[in-house]
């Protein structure tokens, strides 16, 4: 029985989405989960663990994630600024939050159950064409 999985998706990194309210002309008001780009990325992300399942992987165990999440470099990157932090949006605990949520179900029944977390975000490299995430799972 395999105790890690390794998941990559490419797709453009993008944070949880937070509910939004409105108020119509009415008077009356509501709350909705506006559509973005991050459902692009949970599509992706999904389907990259779907398909990469190992064999006799067991979803009720206590899990172990590690997250780096490599950031496509603009076009004038420098090698000065290669050593720098990757502070770019969306904030890392908004993609952490997303990347858990879409993986329950596929890599564990519930999210409660990832007992220990690290989590980077990096510059790629300049040959990279587009973000790339990394989900390394193991039993805790």
């Known amino acids: 029985m ?3 999985w390794q998941i990559v998706a490419l797709a453009p990194v993008a944070g949880s989405p937070r509910p939004r309210a409105f108020a119509s002309a009415g008077g009356k008001a509501g709350v909705f989960m506006p559509k973005g780009r991050w459902d692009r990325f949970r599509s992706i992300l999904r389907a990259s663990a779907g398909n990469s399942i190992p064999a006799r992987w067991d979803a009720t165990k206590a899990m172990s994630v590690d997250i780096t999440i490599m ?3 603009p076009k004038r990157f420098t090698s000065a600024e290669h050593t720098q932090h990757c502070t770019r949006k969306p904030d ?5 939050k997303l990347i858990l949520d879409s993986l329950t179900d596929i890599c564990w029944v519930d999210d409660t159950q990832v007992t220990r977390l690290s989590a980077s975000r990096v510059w790629g490299n300049n040959c ?3 973000d790339r995430t990394v989900v390394v799972i ?3």
């Open 92 to 96: 890392i605990d908004n993609t952490v």
């Open 128 to 130: 990279q064409t587009d």
């Open 71 to 73: 950031v496509k470099p």
């Open 138 to 140: 193991r039993y805790a």
């Open 2 to 4: 395999s105790d890690v």
